[in-house]
């Protein structure tokens, strides 16, 4: 067996291999010899007719897939090893027969590898740093969203219907003078500010009383899923049967007790040390995520195909777990929207394209600045971890999995380069306050009005993706 190597296009590598007369003819007769008990020819028993005999029945060329495959999966392998230290594969090749006689065979294996990414610099930028601080305010949002998690609901009698409220109702939803499928409901429960419906359904049940009907005028969103619906107005008529208020608990020492803590006091520390903490993670993700932004804007490389497939699958498998943490099935999701996997998985395409671009950045920089983890720094690190879990740093070693050790010397690598990127650019403070975020849009359980088919999938920002779990 011989084989050359070249580059070609699109980061890919081209692997010609050649395979003389003695080593072709081995490998069918090692294809008769595995394959042979799937044939049957009148006079023998199966898979007893010799080879002549069966290539005389079904043709000539009846072993020469599974000879090439045997060739391919003998050898490909061994090349790879060879040759690892040019060439980085980051998926199956694009197998091709180049030519094909009793004299010879010459297989083609197209490999994608890893790209070079060229980048017009990575120093001397202006870039947004960002950081983001936690206010008394933010405090007692914090507080008061635990109590409306753990308050009860009462029924409601001497008042409207007001935002928080869960009211019980019927609806009928008519467009163009005409019920819709999927645009009524007896008995339905509705938590006000849930976002659950379209604009301006739920703002409209808020001051509705017990027994009252009432017509409600909305316009479905120009991106609603239903072809025949977007964009148009409607009347829902709503009869409300029974109104449930939240009764918050008291802001006192039982509540704080219950939560962990001794006293309000206590517990208000808390509650800033965490949030605090997060506002510290959002500020350098964000930060991070700048840099490579901007540095991205003069890197170029040719990325295969498949390294972005495989970012799109990741994306797809996260919206799948957040489904199914909501219980709701992947299938199911993808029906109500009106799509399919691969359609929907078209919507991740330029995020996927972003992070492994930045992922190659990382790599790119962190080579030309030869930045290393030294053992003694993963020694800190796996030391850390081990306290966290109550154990000697030795014993916990022994126990953790390798890519582990690995992921926590990326880690540190990484860490180290940020820290090299900050230095070496301009760094320009931004500073703005967290903004609150809208209650999220959940999917509901009927046929109901919905929201439009917002994707419950948290974007993963590319800061994150550098550490590794994409």
Not at 11 to 18: A, G, H
Not at 236 to 245: A, P, Q
Not at 324 to 341: N, P, S
């Amino acid at each position: 067996m011989k084989y050359t190597t070249a580059p070609a296009e699109k980061s890919t590598v081209k692997i010609t291999i050649t395979f003389n007369a003695a080593e072709w003819s081995e490998a069918i007769e090692k294809a008769y010899r595995e394959t042979r008990h799937k044939y049957a020819v009148n006079g023998f028993r199966k898979g007893k007719a010799p080879k002549h005999v069966l290539e005389l029945y079904y043709g000539k060329g009846l072993f020469y897939e599974d000879a090439l495959n045997i060739l391919y999966a003998e050898n490909y392998p061994q090349i790879l090893e060879k040759e690892q230290s040019s060439i980085f594969p980051v998926g199956d090749p694009a197998l091709s027969v180049e030519d094909l006689s009793d004299e010879k065979v010459v297989l083609v294996a197209a490999v994608p590898v890893k790209p070079d990414v060229q980048i017009a610099a990575y120093t001397g930028i202006k870039i947004n740093e960002y950081e983001y601080t936690v206010t008394d305010a933010d405090v007692d949002a914090d507080i008061d969203a635990m109590r409306e998690r753990i308050a009860e609901r009462v029924e409601v009698t001497d008042r409207p219907a007001q935002m928080k409220d869960t009211v019980n109702i019927d609806f009928v939803g008519k467009c163009d003078g005409e019920e819709f499928e999927g645009g009524s409901a007896e008995k339905f429960d509705l938590t006000l500010g849930s976002h659950r419906f379209i604009p301006g359904f739920e703002e409209q049940v808020v001051g509705m009383k017990v027994g009252e009907t009432k017509d409600l005028n909305v316009t479905f969103p120009d991106d609603y899923q239903a072809e025949n619906l977007k964009g148009k107005p409607a009347v829902f008529t709503v009869t409300l049967h029974k109104i449930m208020g939240l009764v918050l608990p008291a802001l006192d020492e039982e509540f704080a007790k219950k939560m962990g803590s001794e006293s309000i006091e206590a517990y208000r520390a808390k509650v800033r040390e965490r949030l605090e903490k997060n506002a510290q993670s959002r500020s350098r993700n964000e930060t991070e995520n700048s840099i490579l932004t901007e540095i991205a804007k003069g890197a170029t490389a040719e990325i295969p195909d498949v390294m972005i497939e495989r970012q799109e699958d990741a994306s797809m498998q996260r919206l799948e777990y957040n489904l199914m943490y909501q219980g709701i099935k992947m299938e199911d999701y993808l029906a109500y929207i009106g799509t399919t996997r691969a359609e929907y998985k078209k919507n991740f395409e330029e995020e996927a394209r972003r992070t492994v671009l930045h992922q190659l950045i990382i790599e790119k920089i962190i080579e030309l600045e030869k930045i290393t983890a030294s053992e003694e720094e993963i020694a800190q690190k796996v030391a850390e971890q081990a306290k966290s879990v109550g154990k000697e740093p030795e014993a916990y070693r022994k126990e953790i999995d390798p890519r582990q050790l690995s992921y926590i010397e990326s880690d540190i690598k990484v860490t180290k380069l940020f820290d090299l990127l900050k230095a070496k650019n301009e760094m320009v403070a931004y500073k703005e306050e967290p903004a609150k975020k809208p209650a999220a849009k959940k999917t509901a359980k009927t046929a109901a009005p919905k929201a439009d088919g917002e994707k419950p999938a948290p974007k993963k920002t590319a800061a994150k993706a550098k550490k590794g779990d994409e």
